[in-house]
């Protein structure tokens, strides 16, 4: 019983202090601290990339809306590109930002870079309602709006 007394004893003031009386922490505490420290991130790394990730797609999917929304916009101000039924019009985003329809640039939030102004948008009248497709080379993200 006195050697874990003594045992316990010495610890307790190795702990709070070192040689010279100084406060301090022990390797022991300090490698159990930063082991902590690399479980949680390791964790929550995978977490937050797959958050990240999800959100560039919505922001994605957000922008090709506002694509597909000006070239709605701007087939109504310039009725000549709407198709008739059975056709195929296409408009580029370089003619709906000269017309004024779309004033910002739109930037791919997963390259970070802007969609260029040849980029295609096909139009076509489907059970008499016009549908809007950005015309991508990727597969990922093409959506399609009704008017």
């Known amino acids: 019983m006195l050697v874990i007394y003594s045992f316990f004893y010495y610890n307790k003031r190795r702990i709070g202090r070192d040689a010279m009386g100084k406060k301090g922490f022990t390797l022991t ?7 902590v ?5 390791l964790l929550i790394t995978p977490v937050v990339s797959k958050t990240i990730k999800n959100n560039k797609q919505k922001l994605y999917n957000d922008q090709i809306k506002i694509i597909e ?40 939030p997963i ?3 802007l969609f260029q102004d040849d980029l295609q948008i ?13 015309m991508l080379e990727e597969t990922e993200g093409t959506n399609n709006s009704n008017e």
């Open 69 to 108: 929304r000006a070239a709605r916009d701007y087939a109504i101000k310039n009725t000549d590109v709407l198709p008739e039924e059975g056709t195929i019009n296409y408009i580029t985003l370089g003619e709906i930002k000269r017309s004024g329809v779309l004033q910002e640039e739109v930037r791919n």
């Open 111 to 113: 390259t970070k870079e």
């Open 29 to 35: 505490e300090v490698l159990g601290v930063l082991t």
């Open 37 to 41: 420290l690399a479980l949680l991130a």
């Open 122 to 134: 096909k139009i076509t009248l489907e059970n008499n309602q016009y549908v809007y497709q950005v």
